[in-house]
């Protein structure tokens, strides 16, 4: 799950900063703990009685923000009032703003942290790692054959992977089959061509802005790809289903073996 990633990055990350700092601890003997929990860390570096209370908080603060980024849509928008919500997502193709966002979140958390604002930096953390981790469930970059993360995403704003983006006119997926107990649709993207689902709101759902619809401004034509979830309208349209990876249950993930 998200929070799965999202907290054991966290604890990668700060395990790896004292394994560089501490000469006493090797590499690999925090970060390769089988068990690799706050508490566990800390006892590590410093002794048996170190509370991890604090350091446990401030990852669920980072949790916490990218779960409300997932759940509330509407937060999406509020680092500059755009209305694009696709984006923070890569949803709808926004592979383009998807980057720009990340950058976005980057420079505001690094200023954040410059001015000791941890409780402002751990909301931007979790929010840059929720869309950072959407790139891959919410794309086909993973059935293009790659296996490594793409260092450029978050960093590069002429990054090279985004040369690679389907065009508007290209058809990207094919219908999946009607779901079935064994039937995940894995082979319903057509395309060597990077792309991601599309994603469409009910009104009745989701209405913040006085209407429903998808939130980019891009209406899904014939030939592209849905996210596909049950909430998603767009996965009816041809191509019919969808390609999100983000849970194991294949009735709202119809891609979650990739």
Avoid: W
């Avoid at 939130?215 to 979830?229: A, E, Q």
Wanted: aromatic share 8%; net charge neutral; with cysteine.
């Amino acid at each position: 799950t998200h929070k799965d990633i999202i907290r054991r990055a966290c604890l990668n990350v700060v395990a790896r900063f004292y394994e560089e700092t501490t000469p006493s601890l090797a590499p690999g003997s925090i970060s390769g703990l089988v068990q690799l929990t706050p508490a566990t860390l800390l006892r590590a570096v410093f002794g048996p009685d170190a509370s991890s209370s604090k350091f446990e908080r401030a990852v669920e603060e980072i949790e916490i923000a990218a779960a409300r980024m997932d759940l509330f849509y509407e937060v999406n928008a509020t680092l500059d009032g755009s209305a694009n919500i696709a984006r923070a997502h890569f949803d709808d193709e926004q592979f383009g703003l998807g980057q720009s966002y990340l950058l976005q979140l980057r420079r505001q958390m690094f200023a954040a942290v410059q001015k000791e604002a941890a409780a402002a930096a751990r909301d931007l953390a979790g929010r840059f790692m929720l869309t950072l981790q959407d790139f891959y469930s919410h794309s086909n970059y993973v059935e293009l054959g790659e296996t490594d993360v793409l260092e450029e995403l978050g960093k590069s704003a002429g990054a090279r992977f985004l040369s690679t983006v389907a065009g508007p006119n290209v058809v990207t997926c094919a219908d999946c089959s009607e779901p079935t107990v064994n039937d995940s649709c894995v082979n319903n993207v057509v395309t060597r061509r990077l792309t991601s689902g599309y994603f469409f709101y009910p009104t009745d759902v989701v209405d913040f802005s006085g209407r429903g619809g998808p939130f980019s401004g891009r209406v899904k034509t014939t030939g592209k790809c849905s996210y596909g979830d049950k909430v998603d309208q767009s996965r009816e349209l041809r191509a019919k289903g969808g390609i999100n990876k983000s849970t194991r249950n294949f009735r709202k993930s119809r891609s979650e073996e990739r």
